[in-house]
Nanobody, 120 residues
């Protein structure tokens, strides 16, 4: 069974930094796109950042210049470095990955989420 496990959430003051990590475990062929979503209280889930297997990145306008996504294909990990955090960044952050179970079969997997709280 393929799983994504996030870590690194917590409480930080506005202007501070946090680093979220996510590792994929289980048996699979490879991982295509990976990304981070977030869901603030009472709001819909939104894409924060994504990264292709070759390293191409995309960011939500609200986090451009503050957040950086990266991955290590050898370790099956994706990381989100969050700087200059704002109270509006507070949310549950979810790791997301397109897992290639077989060469011709993919499955989208999401982690259990990690809480990020930003105090003003």
């Amino acid at each position: 069974q393929v799983q994504l496990v996030e870590s690194g959430g917590g409480l930080v003051q506005a202007g501070g930094s946090l680093r979220l990590s996510c590792v994929a475990s289980g048996i699979f062929f490879s991982i295509d796109d990976m990304g981070w979503y977030r869901q603030p209280p009472g709001k819909q889930r939104e894409l924060v950042a994504s990264i292709t297997r070759s390293g191409g990145t995309d960011y939500a306008d609200s986090v451009k210049g503050r957040f950086t996504i990266s991955r290590d294909n050898a370790k099956n990990t994706v990381t989100l470095q969050m700087n200059s955090l704002k109270p509006e960044d507070a949310a549950v952050y979810y790791c997301n990955a397109q897992i290639r179970i077989l060469p011709s079969q993919t499955r989208t997997i999401r982690g259990q989420g990690t809480q990020v709280t930003v105090s003003s």
